[in-house]
């Protein structure tokens, strides 16, 4: 069935009128960062917000070609220490079985909730992580940005050159 734009857009007015009224929303902030080749090509970004103590990674992509080469744990790193610096320790994602439950977990996501039945053999996990603010990692990470100021995301050489603080809101 095809919704209608009409009521959709009242049920939406609504329901944002009163989450407006019951919740501090303006503190909502976005957050994002990209990885670019030295021409400004996007080959990967991570795009998602902070409120609070919360950082909600929304989404993560690397270009095909470009995978399997550090970029995408560069990129969640990377978002990870910026929401740091806005003072946030929970870190929260959705992820489909299809996409990369494996890999966040390798980041140090655990598994929260898994619901099942959206299609034969395909799951939704919700994933979370904390940090204590006092974190080596989350230490380490920031000492490594604020000595390098760079990263090669392959390590082939200049074509690759990324610069942390471009595209970076």
Known sequence: D???????????????AANQAAAPLHQVQAL??????????????????TWGLCCEL??????PAQRRHGIGALLV???????????CSVFYLD??????????RA???????????????IAKHMMLKRLAVSDDRVTDIHRFW??????????????N???PFIGLS
């Open 32 to 49: 994002s960062c990209f990885v670019r080749q030295a021409d400004g090509t996007v080959i990967g970004g991570a795009v998602g917000r």
């Open 146 to 159: 604020e000595q390098t100021g760079s990263f090669y995301a392959t390590g082939q050489g200049d074509d």
């Open 95 to 104: 992820t489909f079985s299809f996409q990369a439950p494996a890999f966040y």
């Open 161 to 163: 050159l990324v610069d």
């Open 2 to 16: 095809d919704v209608p734009a009409r009521q959709a857009g009242v049920v939406d007015e609504g329901l944002g």
């Open 107 to 121: 980041l140090g996501y655990q598994p929260l909730l898994t619901i099942e039945g959206f299609a034969p053999g």
């Open 77 to 87: 790193n990377r978002f990870e220490q910026h929401a740091v610096s806005r003072g």
């Open 58 to 63: 929304q989404q993560l992509w690397v270009e």
